[in-house]
């Protein structure tokens, strides 16, 4: 290891040292991610990361050491959270917005269930003669819905 690598490597233990204790070593990690893909680049393998680690003094909080497996995955999760956040940048992310309660329940008529099936090219549905339209199944919840606001009224005034 050379003096360099070791300096960082110090560097990095020290760093995992906050005001409360150890921080959690996936926000350490995300601080000094050069270090680890340098480090990689140059060929050294897991093992020998987590060994050279263990070296300078950097422990789990239980006082184990760090396994090869776990710095993978918590140096992995941290260049892919990089990635995600390069490309996020770089696109504009569209704003969502909740429909309001008027928006839901328009939308949620039988009449507009029909238009939407209309532009999609199907054919509209026209109840036969004599045939009620309060028993579809959008009605009936608001004859229920409607019973329910009257009953409440009832109550309320009485």
């Known amino acids: 290891m050379t003096p360099d690598v070791r300096k960082r490597l ?48 950097v422990r789990r909080p239980d006082g184990g050491g760090i396994t090869a497996d776990h710095l993978r995955g918590a140096v992995s999760r941290q ?3 990089k990635q995600d956040a390069a490309k996020h940048d770089d ?12 928006e ?21 549905v026209i109840p036969a003669q004599g045939e009620k339209t309060d028993d579809a199944p959008g009605n009936s919840r608001a004859r229920s819905v409607l019973a329910k606001l009257a009953r409440t009224k009832r109550l309320r005034e009485g």
Request: hydrophobic share 45%.
């Open 10 to 57: 110090a560097a990095f233990a020290k760093s995992l040292n906050g005001p409360l204790g150890q921080i959690p070593l996936d926000r350490a990690i995300r601080k000094e991610i050069e270090l680890f893909v340098d480090l990689r680049n140059s060929g050294a393998t897991w093992t020998q990361i987590a060994q050279a680690l263990l070296a300078v003094g």
């Open 91 to 102: 696109e504009q992310v569209p704003v969502k917005r909740t429909a309001s309660r008027r």
């Open 104 to 124: 839901v329940a328009k939308r949620d008529t039988p009449a507009a269930a029909q238009d939407a099936m209309v532009e999609q090219g199907q054919p509209r």
């Open 79 to 81: 260049i892919l959270r």
